[in-house]
């Protein structure tokens, strides 16, 4: 069965980088577009980044210029780089598919904060 398994979650100070990873298993990954979504605190899931199987992206306004996606199909592991973090990229990262619409995993927590 499909299964996704993030990791690279960890506390940041403001302004600080980290690169979030995932694999994948089970699925047709190189075929898929791939996803980073974020919850964060009380609030909904929501889209933040997308690649394309040929590595067109895709990013939510507040993450432009700051974060990366990207994807390894051979390794079947999805990437985001983030950089120049702020408070508000707190909150626990999923990789999926770009509909949402694989088994979620259990996610990587990412806190910014000084």
């Known amino acids: 069965q499909v299964q996704l398994v993030e990791s690279g979650g960890v506390l940041v100070q403001p302004g600080g980088s980290l690169r979030l990873s995932c694999v994948a298993s089970?699925?047709?990954?190189?075929?898929?577009?791939m996803a980073w979504w974020r919850q964060a605190p009380g609030k909904g899931r929501e889209l933040v980044a997308t690649?394309?199987?040929?590595?067109?992206?895709n990013y939510i306004p507040s993450g432009e210029g700051r974060l990366t996606i990207s994807r390894d199909n051979a390794k079947k592991t999805v990437y985001l780089q983030m950089n120049s973090l702020i408070s508000d990229d707190t909150g626990t990262y999923y990789c999926?598919?770009?509909?949402?619409?694989?088994?979620w995993g259990q996610g990587t927590q990412v806190t910014v904060s000084s």
């Open positions: 089970g699925t047709t990954f190189e075929l898929i577009v």
């Open positions: 999926n598919s770009g509909r949402g619409d694989l088994p």
């Open positions: 690649i394309t199987p040929g590595g067109t992206t």
